[in-house]
């Protein structure tokens, strides 16, 4: 799958892939929350070029409840990314080394 362009990282986009996934997509002038399962509160934003996510997780949930939030929650980024999980990972390591040690 390619990453979305740039244009589809709209509040319009994420709002319908947050009410797709989860079932409730709340829309403010600049962001999309929304929350299911494990997932307190999710807030995403589209930056620049980016998909910006604030995540609270609660971790006393049962098992298959945590386990079917994991599930929806890679589909929502991969479906606004094109990223899979192990991509994004990847990406993530990536820009973890090239920032450098921190001190």
């Given at each position: 799958?390619r990453p979305?362009?740039r244009?589809?990282?709209?509040l319009?986009h994420?709002?319908?892939?947050?009410?797709?996934?989860f079932g409730?997509?709340?829309r403010s002038?600049d962001a999309?929350t929304t929350h299911?399962g494990?997932?307190?509160?999710?807030v995403?934003?589209?930056g620049?070029?980016?998909?910006?996510?604030?995540?609270?997780?609660?971790p006393?949930?049962?098992?298959?409840?945590?386990?079917e939030t994991?599930?929806?929650?890679?589909?929502?980024?991969e479906?606004?990314?094109?990223y899979?999980?192990k991509?994004?990972?990847?990406?993530?390591?990536k820009?973890a080394?090239a920032?450098?040690?921190?001190?």
């Amino acid at each position: 799958m390619r990453p979305a362009a740039r244009g589809q990282l709209t509040l319009d986009h994420i709002a319908v892939t947050c009410q797709a996934e989860f079932g409730v997509a709340d829309r403010s002038d600049d962001a999309v929350t929304t929350h299911y399962g494990a997932i307190d509160s999710l807030v995403a934003r589209p930056g620049k070029g980016e998909l910006l996510v604030e995540l609270r997780m609660n971790p006393h949930v049962p098992n298959d409840v945590a386990a079917e939030t994991v599930r929806r929650y890679n589909r929502f980024l991969e479906t606004l990314t094109g990223y899979t999980a192990k991509e994004r990972a990847k990406k993530a390591q990536k820009a973890a080394k090239a920032a450098g040690p921190t001190g």
